[in-house]
Nanobody, 122 residues
Framework: QVQLVESGGGLVQAGGSLRLSCAASGSIRSINAMGWYRQAPGKQRELVATITSGGSTNYADSVKGRFTISRDNAKNTVYLQMNSLEPEDTAVYYC????????????????WGQGTQVTVSS
């Protein structure tokens, strides 16, 4: 099995910064894309940012220029540096990973973390 464990959420004032981390562990051969998604109360889960194993990134328009996604492949860890936070960024943030578990198959298993709360006060 594979586990994704997030950390780094919390309460911050508008304009502040937070850094989220997500470490994957378990039966992992390699990880393709990793990413962060968020879900605000009463809203659907939405993409925040993704990063491939080669380092290519993709961001939601609402966070471009403020958030930076990065990863450490040796540690199976993905990070989200969030700057200039706004009250609209308040949500539960979820880590996601596409994991290849076996050497004989390129099948990607999809895993989610348990979520970490980010609250931005005005």
């Amino acid at each position: 099995q594979v586990q994704l464990v997030e950390s780094g959420g919390g309460l911050v004032q508008a304009g502040g910064s937070l850094r989220l981390s997500c470490a994957a562990s378990g039966s992992i051969r390699s990880i393709n894309a990793m990413g962060w998604y968020r879900q605000a109360p009463g809203k659907q889960r939405e993409l925040v940012a993704t990063i491939t194993s080669g380092g290519s990134t993709n961001y939601a328009d609402s966070v471009k220029g403020r958030f930076t996604i990065s990863r450490d492949n040796a540690k199976n860890t993905v990070y989200l540096q969030m700057n200039s936070l706004e009250p609209e960024d308040t949500a539960v943030y979820y880590c996601h990973a596409d994991v290849i578990r076996y050497s004989w198959s390129a099948y990607e298993y999809s895993y989610w973390g348990q979520g970490t709360q980010v609250t931005v006060s005005s």
